[in-house]
């Protein structure tokens, strides 16, 4: 669904997002984003802990993000502002497994808006 270069591949690009970037917090996720001042394309790292689940239940959840961000991207989700040179690193919470795909949406939605906003 992404392509690779919307994908954050190096571990040094996930640290960095996470540690110096700023946090938004939902119900079932926790996203960090740092905004390059360089520009460049938007991109997205996804953490799912074995605390979400089995095998299955980690890569449904990461599918399902992984769409969602395709969404930000194609523009279906309604998310407005400039997301040039944005890492985004979603972190999936143990109540990601339950949670529907609206609520997926939604979390990650509010974390885009603070970071282009």
């Known amino acids: 669904m992404l392509d690779k270069r919307h994908r954050i591949t190096s571990a040094a690009d996930y640290k960095y997002a996470v540690r110096r970037g700023r946090r938004s917090a939902g119900g079932s996720t926790v996203s960090y984003f740092y905004k390059n001042p360089n520009g460049g394309k938007p991109r997205f790292g996804f953490i799912v802990a074995k605390t979400v689940g089995n095998a299955v239940t980690r890569n ?26 944005l890492d985004l690193v979603i972190r999936a919470l143990p109540s990601a497994a339950d949670a529907s795909f609206d609520d997926l949406r939604s979390d990650v939605a509010r974390a885009v808006r603070k970071a282009v906003a």
Do not use: D, N, P, Y
């Open 60 to 85: 449904r959840v990461r599918r399902r993000l992984k769409a969602i961000c395709h969404q930000i991207l194609t523009g279906e989700l309604g998310v407005r502002g400039s997301f040039s040179g």
